[in-house]
């Protein structure tokens, strides 16, 4: 009798591990790359991730029109930024900050030990993400299981693409973390689900020649429509997607293209991208030049053999003096030229 009771204590304990759920905090900052206020709340996240709960956090930031229309960041997708804005209340000023959907004060010194109250909280869902992708567009899949009964009965599940995007603005950050890149729908996709059962629900995102792939992740959470907490955060980066139809991505028709460097105008650093043909050129040499207004060759980039497809590079421009400069793509037959601005 007594080795029954322990097998069936020992069933308890595994069963109770299997449907509870390690709730994950959604931090969000409304921030701008020229606003002087907004470099602390950086710090304050940035030395979070830096502790031992730092990985049960998920981070976005929003780059809003205010203080400054002039911020880069916030001019790649003011639709998105707009939307969440109002969305959350309609604020005029950054930094903002959100913690599970809750507006919260900037007294930064306080965020790490609020952090900690939040992760100690057992969550009510586990969200397992999955995807896919092709050459110009990703999807992403959420199983949804629900572990705990919750009061709210109008949640909706979000699904946003962030980077780290490395732009200099005047505020001394250039290193920019996790910079919403596109929210999927700003009212998110409603969730019907029962105690312990799995939902599962999708996003498709076109991937955008802005942006860095190896940068991406995509945030997925589970919100209340009405009082906007939010009860279960996940992530999964983009590399982790798994190819569609390799046989087709292989045999894409790549375009010789060379696509506007960003950012532009830039101080000091700026990507470089560009497409390489299939062809029987493939043996050519690929050369990729910097030119000043004088048409003097200041830097060669690229000088070598590349296989067909998507490049990119970054040009570090800190040696020359601000002024016009041309970028010059050469592969066989082809041959095209940019302008770039670098404004110190």
Not at 13 to 28: H, N, P, T, Y
Not at 86 to 98: H, K, W
């Amino acid at each position: 009798m007594k080795k029954i009771n322990v097998i069936l204590i020992l069933l308890f304990f595994i069963s109770a591990k299997v449907f509870s759920s390690e709730r994950k905090v959604l931090v969000e900052i409304f921030t701008n790359s020229h606003c002087p206020l907004c470099p602390p709340a950086h710090s304050a996240i940035d030395n979070y991730l830096q502790s031992s709960n730092g990985s049960k956090i998920e981070f976005i930031y929003y780059h809003m029109i205010f203080p400054y229309s002039t911020d880069k960041l916030y001019q790649d997708n003011t639709e998105d930024a707009s939307a969440k804005n109002n969305l959350y209340g309609n604020f005029s000023s950054t930094p903002q900050a959100f913690f599970n959907g809750k507006h919260v004060s900037n007294s930064y010194g306080n965020w790490a030990s609020t952090f900690d109250n939040l992760v100690s909280e057992e969550g009510s869902f586990n969200i397992l993400l999955s995807g896919n992708y092709t050459e110009t567009e990703f999807s992403i899949n959420a199983k949804i299981t629900k572990t705990a009964d919750v009061v709210e009965n109008d949640l909706v599940l979000n699904f946003i693409v962030v980077e780290n995007v490395n732009y200099q603005g005047n505020n001394g950050i250039s290193n920019h973390k996790n910079v919403m890149r596109k929210i999927s729908d700003i009212n998110g996709n409603p969730v019907n689900i029962t105690l312990n059962e799995t939902q599962e629900i999708s996003a498709t995102f076109n991937l955008d020649n802005l942006w860095n792939a190896d940068e991406l992740k995509i945030i997925a959470y589970l919100q209340s429509s009405s009082s906007k907490n939010v009860y279960q955060a996940e992530s999964i980066n983009y590399n982790e997607l798994s190819l569609t139809n390799i046989d087709q991505k292989i045999n894409v028709p790549f375009q010789f293209k060379l696509y506007q460097n960003y950012p532009n105008p830039f101080n000091p650093e700026t990507k470089i991208s560009y497409t390489i043909p299939n062809e029987d050129k493939i043996n050519s040499p690929v050369q990729l030049r910097i030119f000043d207004s004088l048409g003097k060759v200041v830097k060669t980039l690229v000088n070598k053999k590349q296989s067909a497809g998507n490049h990119e590079i970054y040009f570090n421009a800190n040696n020359l003096p601000s002024g016009i400069y041309f970028m010059q793509l050469t592969f066989g037959k082809y041959n095209e030229t940019g302008k770039m601005i670098l404004l110190k």
